[in-house]
């Protein structure tokens, strides 16, 4: 039970971090806090929880941002996962491979809710879109990852 609580408030937190912060989007890209959230969870709790904590915060994600329902869930679900499966595979206190991970599920995220809106014909293709902006998201991404990386270390009392 107090795990769930802990996942409603990081979820409700990081939600409104997502609206307010970059709802209307940067001009230079945006920060996924959505997807920080469930590689961080993954990472931690295993591939299982990262599959239904990406399940959940990918619908939530879809409900108030998707015009179909379902594409964010099957995106951060695959994202989950994978986290997972590299977590259990590697060294899990290895803060360089946190770090690549986020960039390429970053990445794969960017191109996976692509490649699934020009499936439905929610939006064309764009090579452009998926240069410089989704290429951008992921360096944010692994900022941000990296800071709470950090905090989190402080926090269980390990310096880095």
């Excluded at 409603?8 to 997502?18: E, G, K, M, S, W």
């Excluded at 991404?141 to 270390?153: D, E, T």
């Amino acid at each position: 039970m107090k795990k769930l609580a802990v996942f409603a408030t990081l979820t409700t937190i990081v939600f409104v971090l997502q609206v307010a912060v970059v709802g209307g989007g940067i001009k230079w890209g945006r920060p996924d806090f959505l997807l920080i959230l469930v590689v961080l969870w993954a990472w931690e709790r295993g591939w299982k929880e990262g599959l239904l904590v990406g399940f959940a915060i990918g619908l939530i994600n879809d409900i108030f941002f998707s015009p179909l329902l379902g594409l964010s869930a099957f995106s951060l679900c695959l994202v989950g996962y994978l986290t997972g499966e590299i977590r259990e595979r590697v060294y899990e206190e290895n803060v360089l491979l946190l770090l690549m991970t986020v960039g390429i599920l970053s990445l794969l995220d960017e191109f996976t809710l692509s490649l699934l809106s020009f499936l439905f014909h929610f939006s064309s293709l764009a090579m452009g879109k998926l240069t410089y902006l989704a290429l951008l998201a992921p360096l944010y991404n692994c900022g941000l990852a990296f800071l709470i990386f950090v905090v989190r270390g402080f926090w269980k009392g390990r310096v880095y």
